[in-house]
């Protein structure tokens, strides 16, 4: 306990020595994605771009289908790489607008004075869907193969922001990952009971959620499943139709803990899965009883930590990393649009153009629990978390 208490402090020295900058955006809904200030994203993003290199991390999102047309989502879509997955087509048209919300926090475009900010800066992402039902729910199986595929394509983190953490096809799905590079997030689910038999997964983090006074969210699942947690109530994030929405679930305080795992990735491209998943537990803000808990596992995620950490350490992952050692902008920014570095001992002044406003009735929450099973009775069906 004493020694990673030590490691704690020795990250948060080096985050709040070193970082004198924050990095804001001029999206308009960038001044209501209070994510971002809660885990010190914009600190984090300043420490990358100060950076002499980076690594060029893909992510990929396994989730109900995206719309790829969105005027937010026009730079950092790998489309050809993504897949339907259900039926092998290049479909990746969205069945539920769920999967629309999830990749917005890891691939909105940033400084295009449009909708929100990209949390997983500079990232590209894979759209993988694995749904072709209206609710959104997937089966099992499906889910495995979207993270092989992802894996198999090259993508660093994946996300799953599906019900069923605690199975274990998803956990050999995950291991296959792993040991191809990747690290998995995935919802920890949002029925608010505390599974006690659910067992952990080293190779995938079960992300909770937490609410913007930094408590964990009432829905959120708990048990000693849980890795982490991150923002996951009143998130703004994309919708279909060139939107954007208010949505609540664990299903976005995933995407938002793995948007941190490409920015420490960005940072230091070396580092294994396993080094990501123990720098942000290092590097986590203990929210809860001493030491791990099941409501927040490790406790709240922090970008700046967490990149200062990944920074610091001497990377092990030994695979190829396509893009690697690519120019970063120029840190005068002179040369990148809608991007503005300001001092943050300085009053911080963010454009603040009016955002689209949720619409009446759109923060779902749907409950973790297993769906009857149409058309496919060999396979379970996951409930989108």
Known sequence: MLRRALAVLVFILTCTS????????????QDRQWYLDALNFGEAWAQIIDLPTRGRITVAVVDSGFDIGHNDLQRNLALAKGINIVNGSSNLNPVNPHGT??????????GNDKGITQAAWTAKAIPIRVSNRRDGAAYTTDLANGIRYAADKGARVINVSYSGVHLGALQKAARYAQSKGAVVFMAAGNDGRNHRRWRNHKQLIAVGSTNRDGSVSSFSSRGKFVDLVAPGSDILS???????????GTSFASPIAASVASLMLTANPELSPWQVRKLLALTARDIGPAGRDDASGFGLIDANAAVAAAIATQGKYTGSIAGRDIPFVSSSLESYSGIRLVNQLQDITQITQQAAGPEPGTIVMILCGTLAIFGRPTRRAEVIA
């Open 238 to 248: 994309l919708t279909t139709n060139d939107r954007t929405r208010t949505w609540s």
């Open 101 to 110: 919300g999830t990749i917005g926090l890891l691939a909105a475009t940033s």
């Open 18 to 29: 070193a970082t004198a900058a924050t990095v804001s955006f001029n999206d308009p809904g």
